[in-house]
């Protein structure tokens, strides 16, 4: 144990990323008062002074402090604490350390931003490139069209030269999607000062309830997909074997 600690301690002096695994127990004061009673925990420090402590299972951490903590090891009776406190916020967390399975640490680094792809503005840029996705016909002008009441994902006319607005969802459309598609269609009648303006909402479902309201108002559904560009699983993959193998 105290050759552990002793590592611990040293990666905390030296600003590193820590994981390590244990049986302990966790005493917190600060956005609420809380024990938990001994049991095997993740334990993980951060660069910027970030805790977390995870059980076994789940992805949520169990208990948390946030960055700008200070930790420190200290040893009371041959008994072993990692202690952690943010002045800042009030808050304290104790850990009595009952045994330690493992303990590793390193000095990273990671500027990084994560990219989404498969956003509604990829589809909007997809839809603008492939507006047979939509239907036959169907000739896009711009993307992201501003209005007052937000940006039309694609805008432009069908075949025989009506306005189309398309709203692109990425998951399913819900009654929010509908009434926002509503009032950019009116909003254009408005500002063209005409009264036919065809409304599309394209996601890959559409609940029954917002499929009513959007037939009810004369406007159609098109099932489309976004596009996943990074997307790994095949959903005709029944088994292990199916996956290829990386070189």
Known sequence: MESYTQFIQSAINKNETIVFSCNCEVEYSGRAEAFLPAGDRIVIIKADNTLLIHQPEGTAPVNYM???????????????FLKSQNLALKEYLTIKLNDIYFVNSHSLSDGQKLQLSGSEKDMAEMIYKNPELIE??????????HTTYGFIDVFGHDSNGTLMIVECKRYVADLSAVTQLRRYVERIKDLKGIDDVRGIIAAPKIS???EKMLNDWGFKFVAVEPPKFREKFNKNQTNLGDFSTIQ
């Open 208 to 210: 029954p309830n917002s």
């Open 136 to 145: 036959k016909g169907f000739k896009p002008l711009s993307m992201e069209e």
């Open 66 to 80: 946030k960055p700008q903590t200070a930790h420190r090891i200290t040893v009371t009776d041959e008994e072993f």
